[in-house]
């Protein structure tokens, strides 16, 4: 699968819906990557590739969506994107953590495996 792209619907249907909740709870099943970005961007053309790959390594277990920033201004200023590229991470357990900047594959993996895919012991329970 390759990486899907969001528009604000999309997200709120897939994601979260920030007018109907208070409180983040994602709806999604699989953990999942959230890339903030934009077509004339140079760092975000470069990860790009790398999120391509990872969402074929990780079908099934992991999902990767692209959010461009210029179309889809209301999420990104929900949010509060000021740099991109910037990733949504979504844990296994849903908690989301936003961080700006662009990583080579390694680190992306590492997140992956060491943040994302983990569930936690007290989840376990």
Same mark, same amino acid.
């Given at each position: 699968?390759?990486?899907?792209?969001?528009?604000?619907?999309?997200?709120?249907?897939?994601?979260?819906?920030?007018?109907?909740?208070?409180?983040?709870?994602?709806?999604?099943?699989?953990?999942?990557?959230?890339?903030?970005?934009?077509?004339?961007?140079?760092?975000?053309?470069?990860?790009?590739?790398?999120?391509?790959?990872?969402?074929?390594?990780?079908?099934?277990?992991?999902?990767?969506?692209?959010?461009?920033? =210029?179309?889809?201004? *209301?999420? $990104?200023?929900?949010? %509060?994107?000021?740099?991109?590229?910037? /990733?949504?991470? &979504? =844990?296994?357990?849903? *908690?989301? $953590?936003?961080?700006? %900047?662009?990583?080579?594959?390694?680190? /992306?993996?590492? &997140?992956?495996?060491?943040?994302?895919?983990?569930?936690?012991?007290?989840?376990?329970?």
């Amino acid at each position: 699968m390759a990486t899907m792209q969001l528009t604000t619907a999309d997200f709120k249907n897939k994601i979260f819906n920030y007018e109907t909740e208070k409180d983040w709870k994602y709806l999604g099943q699989l953990p999942a990557i959230i890339d903030f970005y934009a077509d004339w961007c140079g760092p975000c053309k470069m990860v790009a590739p790398v999120l391509e790959e990872l969402s074929k390594e990780y079908e099934g277990r992991l999902n990767i969506y692209k959010v461009n920033t =210029d179309i889809e201004q *209301e999420l $990104s200023a929900i949010f %509060g994107i000021q740099s991109i590229p910037s /990733f949504l991470f &979504i =844990d296994a357990a849903g *908690e989301p $953590s936003l961080q700006p %900047g662009a990583y080579p594959k390694h680190v /992306f993996k590492k &997140i992956i495996e060491e943040n994302l895919l983990v569930v936690s012991e007290n989840e376990k329970l």
